[in-house]
């Protein structure tokens, strides 16, 4: 079975600041990707960032990074600079490289405070 | 930019009643996916469908449920007699190729009375 777990319900940031959201998943899959997914108030889903399991290379976009340790099934996201716009929930996912479903953790409400 | 385009966006419906909810996927992609975010609870997977026809579901998606590709750009979710816990947000979702990038709708917030 496919789990993913975010342990922090809420957090918060002050502006132009950096916070980490933590993501563990467990899988007996070798081949896995995993993605952050940004759920603003509108409750769209908008992908963040997308790293594939076989890189050990971290994934980054603009100012946001991930922390992928394979070993330890841990994936968290670093939001560097943080925007009164990055206020949202966060949803870590995760998708086996055999499978046809997404996983979802069940979020990080994230407040960027003025 | 390409989008998922969800209709309607917000569907009211008497407890009992048949709803269908629209989703037009980005044109070129090849999988498609239901998910319902239930108010303040986590995303749950519903059903993936490729090549015309379903290739994975959860235990929520009972018979009440069916998922149809009438004319080849819409993708439709049916729940035949809606109960009071459908009441949920409804996300689509559509994707190129497998595991790159799941495009989301910005759903339907279904609401049954």
């Known amino acids: 079975a496919q789990t993913v777990t975010q342990s922090q319900p809420e957090m918060s940031v002050q502006e132009a600041e950096t916070v980490t959201l933590s993501c563990t998943y467990d899988?007996?899959?070798?081949?896995?990707?995993l993605f952050w997914y940004k759920q603003p108030p509108s409750r769209q889903m908008i992908l963040v960032i997308r790293q594939e399991a076989y890189k050990q290379q971290n994934a980054t976009e603009n100012r946001f990074s991930v922390n992928f340790q394979k070993a330890a099934k841990s994936f968290s996201l670093k939001i560097s600079d943080s925007q009164l716009g990055d206020t949202a929930m966060y949803f870590c996912a995760f998708m086996p490289d055999t499978g046809n479903q997404f996983y979802f953790g069940t979020g990080t409400s994230l407040t960027v405070i003025p | 930019e390409p989008e998922v385009t969800q209709t309607p966006s917000h569907q009211v419906t008497q407890m009992g009643q048949e709803v269908i909810l629209r989703c037009v996927p980005i044109?070129?992609?090849?999988?498609f996916y239901w998910y319902r975010q239930i108010l303040g609870q986590k995303v749950e997977f519903l059903v993936s469908f490729y090549n015309n026809e379903i290739s994975e579901k959860s235990e929520i998606f009972d018979d009440q449920f069916s998922v149809e590709r009438p004319d080849g750009s819409n993708f439709t979710l049916k729940i035949r007699s809606t109960k009071l816990e459908d009441s949920a947000m409804y996300f689509c979702a559509s994707e190129g190729l497998r595991n790159t990038e799941a495009f989301f709708g910005q759903g339907t917030r279904l609401t049954v009375v």
């Open positions: 899988t007996s899959e070798n081949n896995y990707y």
């Open positions: 044109s070129n992609h090849l999988y």
